[in-house]
């Protein structure tokens, strides 16, 4: 399973952003992890399948939303009121079981990264 991230850019603080992966098979539960410069990766949302649980880091509740369109094989991340410090590189993973999880370790496959600034 190849997966392909796009969305990513340049945005002021208080802006949106979304975040889509498209997946070339089929991809199982799937979640998104950022890493910052100098940070570990980490999980900030996540989504079984077919899609009825989420997950969501403390430092996004509320404010991103995970989805997923099953038909296109492809998981979307919505990120609302961004803050500088979501200033990170976003990277689309799945695994090849229906469980989400919340660690890195768990997922099985991973897309190559997009780019996500916040300007103050």
């Known amino acids: 399973v190849q997966l392909v991230e796009s969305g990513g850019g340049l945005v002021q603080a208080g802006g949106s952003l979304r975040l889509s992966c498209a997946a070339s098979?089929?991809?199982?539960?799937s979640g998104w992890s950022c890493q910052a410069p100098g940070k570990e990766r980490e999980v900030v949302s996540a989504i079984s399948w077919p899609g009825s649980n989420t997950y969501y880091a403390d430092s996004v509740e509320g404010r991103f939303t995970i989805s997923r369109d099953n038909a296109k094989n492809t998981v979307y991340l919505q990120m609302n009121s961004l803050k500088p410090e979501d200033t990170a590189i976003y990277y689309c993973a799945a695994r090849r079981n229906t469980i989400m999880v919340a660690t890195s370790s768990g997922y099985d496959y991973w897309g190559q990264g997009t780019q996500v600034t916040v300007s103050s």
């Open positions: 098979g089929r991809a199982l539960a």
